[in-house]
C-alpha cells in the first residue's frame, strides 16, 4: 500500500522552463510534507517543506504548493538549471505518530 | 559538523554471512532513522529511535534484520543471515527532532549480497 505516490518516475525539461514534479498521498493525517533531492552516490538532501496549514511555499527558485483537498503536493522549479538533475522524492509526515513515508522518486533532467 | 557518517560505503557479501551496518548521527540529533532504498520500492523506512530508543520497527524486514543504538552517536544495523534480496542501498538520516522534520542523510552503504 503506497501512501504516497510520485507517478512520474522520469521528467525532462530544457534549460531556463519551468519543472513540475507532482506526490499524491492518501493518508488524510498526514500534516507535513517535504521535498529532497539526491544526487547519484548521495543520499538524499533537504530541499523545501510545507505544513498543512499553508498552500504554498517558496524558496527561491523553489515553490512547493499544497492542495489538501485533493491530496496532491507538487515541486515547481523555474527556471531550471543543469544542476538541478537529479532524482526528487517527495515525503509525508504524521506528525502524531511520527510516520514518515517517502515517495518512489522523479528523475529529472534538465537539458542544457 | 561532518554530518551523518556510514561505514562502510560498499559491503559484498555472501549469502548467509552476517552484515554489519554503522551510522554516526550528527551531534545534538535526537532521532535516528535506517532506510532500505530499492528500484522496485523506493526509500523505506525500517526503524526509528527518537533519544536512543527505538519507536518504530515495523518497517525491519524480518526477524534476520536488528537495529541498535547503544548511545546517542552510534547506531548499527545487523543482517544476519544475509540473503542476496537484501542487496540495497542502506541509508542513515538523523534529525534534531522537536517538531523539526528535516532529516539529513549520511551517503549511504552499498550491500552486495552474492
Known amino acids: 500500500d503506497q501512501q504516497v505516490k510520485q507517478n512520474s518516475p522520469s521528467l525532462s525539461v530544457q534549460e531556463g522552463r519551468i519543472s513540475i514534479l507532482n506526490c499524491d498521498y492518501t493518508?488524510?493525517?498526514?500534516?507535513?510534507f517535504l521535498w529532497y533531492k539526491k544526487y547519484p552516490a548521495e543520499g538524499p538532501t533537504f530541499l523545501i517543506s510545507?505544513?498543512?496549514?499553508?498552500d504554498k511555499n517558496e524558496d527561491g527558485r523553489f515553490t512547493v504548493f499544497l492542495n489538501k483537498s485533493a491530496k496532491h503536493l507538487s515541486l515547481h522549479i523555474v527556471p531550471s538549471q543543469p544542476g538541478d538533475s537529479a532524482v526528487y522524492f517527495c515525503?509525508?509526515?504524521?506528525?502524531?505518530?511520527?510516520?514518515?513515508?517517502f515517495g518512489t522518486g522523479t528523475r529529472l533532467k534538465v537539458l542544457a | 559538523d561532518a554530518g551523518v557518517i556510514q561505514s562502510p560505503r560498499h559491503e559484498v557479501t555472501e549469502m548467509g554471512q552476517e552484515v554489519t551496518l554503522r551510522c554516526k548521527p550528527i551531534?545534538?540529533?535526537?532521532?535516528l532513522f535506517w532506510y532500505r532504498q530499492t528500484m522496485m520500492r523506493g526509500l523505506e523506512l525500517l526503524i526509528y529511535?527518537?533519544?536512543?530508543?527505538?519507536?518504530?520497527d515495523s518497517g525491519m524486514p524480518e526477524d534476520r534484520f536488528s537495529a541498535k543504538m547503544p548511545n546517542a552517536s552510534f547506531s548499527t544495523l545487523k543482517i544476519q543471515p544475509s540473503e542476496p534480496r537484501d542487496s540495497a542501498v542502506y541509508f542513515c538520516?538523523?534529525?534534531?527532532?522537536?517538531?523539526?522534520?528535516?532529516?539529513?542523510f549520511g551517503p549511504g552503504t552499498r550491500l552486495t549480497v552474492t
Open positions: 538520516a538523523s534529525s534534531p527532532g522537536h517538531s523539526s522534520y528535516e532529516q539529513y
Open positions: 493518508n488524510s493525517m498526514f500534516d507535513y
Open positions: 510545507i505544513s498543512s496549514i499553508k
Open positions: 515525503a509525508a509526515v504524521d506528525s502524531g505518530t511520527y510516520k514518515y513515508i
Open positions: 551531534s545534538g540529533h535526537n532521532s
Open positions: 529511535f527518537n533519544n536512543n530508543v527505538p519507536i518504530d
